[in-house]
């Protein structure tokens, strides 16, 4: 079970480095945007700064150039890269030509637990929902990662869940089968407080 940080902010990046619990970084285009990079620079520098896994999400418009781009950027560190790639037909179809190369795929960006389903067909090593999008959207983004895990059952995918916004929701995910969380430092950072607990360390 593993806890990543969801930021291209490398300040925010050695914090979680320094923790010493945070499993990796996720990145995807408006984080690295956001932290005034652009994606092959991102990982480069990230994975100088922490241990792990790192995710990087092709762009390229084309379904060539986007195999293309995920064999550059996985060749920088073949044992820690997840080329992370959102769920369509055609990208599934793509998962499946870079998994058959050995190539580590995060199917990003499911809604579904039939995209779910494709991922473990095409032997996708990750999938990403997108859990608070879900709810807000769809109605249920907790049921959808239980959902998931149903369908995964017997593969080797993996569920890392995304999109989440609070304590409760991060460990609702887990408890409704999600293997690993991504999430931003600040919300890391709350999962180790409570007020209670600065209250018993007062009056005890």
């Known amino acids: 079970m593993a806890l990543f940080l969801d930021s291209a ?22 984080l690295v945007a956001r932290a005034g990079l652009n994606g092959k620079q991102a990982v480069r ?6 241990d792990g896994s790192v995710f990087y999400q092709v762009t390229e418009n084309s ?15 073949p044992e820690r890269i997840h080329i992370k790639i959102p769920a369509t037909l055609e990208n599934f179809a793509l998962a ?5 190369e050995g190539i580590h795929c995060a199917m990003t960006a499911v809604y579904t637990a039939a995209q779910a389903y ?29 959902d998931c895990a149903a369908v995964l059952q017997g593969t080797s995918t993996r569920i890392v869940a995304a999109s989440l916004k609070s304590p409760d929701e991060v460990i609702a995910v887990i408890i409704a089968g999600a293997q ?22 007062r009056d005890f």
């Open 9 to 30: 902010n490398l300040q925010d990046v050695r914090r979680a480095a320094e923790l010493g619990f945070v499993a990796g970084v996720t990145t995807n285009p408006t």
């Open 45 to 50: 520098e990230i994975l100088k700064i922490i």
């Open 63 to 77: 379904i060539d150039g986007r195999a293309a781009e995920a064999r550059e950027v996985f060749d920088t560190a």
């Open 96 to 100: 499946k030509r870079l998994t058959d």
């Open 118 to 146: 494709l991922a473990g067909q095409v032997g996708a090593t990750y999938i990403a929902p997108y859990v608070h999008r879900i709810t807000t959207h769809l109605g249920d983004g907790v049921g959808t990662i239980r």
């Open 180 to 201: 690993d969380v991504t999430i931003p430092l600040d919300l890391i950072l709350q999962l180790a407080e409570h007020d209670l607990s600065q209250q018993a360390i």
